[in-house]
Nanobody, 134 residues
Framework: VHLVESGGGSVQAGGSLRLSCAAS???????????MAWFRQAPGKEREGVAT????????????VKGRFTISKDNDSKDNDNNTLYLQMNNLKPEDTAVYYC?????????????????????WGQGTQVTVSS
């Protein structure tokens, strides 16, 4: 899997940004249920899950960004090997400042297929910086 993020930048508090992640070679995830996700890591802090989306099913959004961030994919894509993941970020706050990473993995099965916010995703992009000033 190859993941390339874009769309980061600097914005004032209350502003919006839309991150994109171009994903290719998704067919290497041989399971039928896969997860794509956004994580972020602020300076001096551990990486945290922001939002996840399965290839089918409901999204999962961290409480810290719920109501402000929306994760989505290119649902018009008929190409099983490539897709684009998005993160629409509204009403940004200075505490949202971080490097944002796109990730992908097969889903986890615990009675049903899940895309957890805390899980060992094994495919990562290089990250894109988001800076929010007050």
């Amino acid at each position: 899997v190859h993941l390339v993020e874009s769309g980061g930048g600097s914005v004032q508090a209350g502003g919006s940004l839309r991150l994109s992640c171009a994903a290719s070679k998704l067919s290497s995830l041989s399971m039928s249920t896969t997860c794509m996700a956004w994580f972020r890591q602020a300076p001096g802090k551990e990486r945290e899950g922001v939002a996840t989306i399965p290839n089918d099913g409901a999204t999962n959004v961290a409480d810290s960004v719920k109501g402000r961030f929306t994760i989505s994919k290119d649902n018009d894509s008929k190409d099983n090997d490539n897709n684009t993941l998005y993160l629409q970020m509204n009403n940004l706050k200075p505490e949202d400042t971080a490097v944002y990473y796109c990730a992908a993995s097969v889903a986890w099965y615990t009675g049903r297929w899940l895309c957890p916010l805390k899980a060992p995703y094994n495919n990562w992009g290089q990250g894109t910086q988001v800076t929010v000033s007050s």
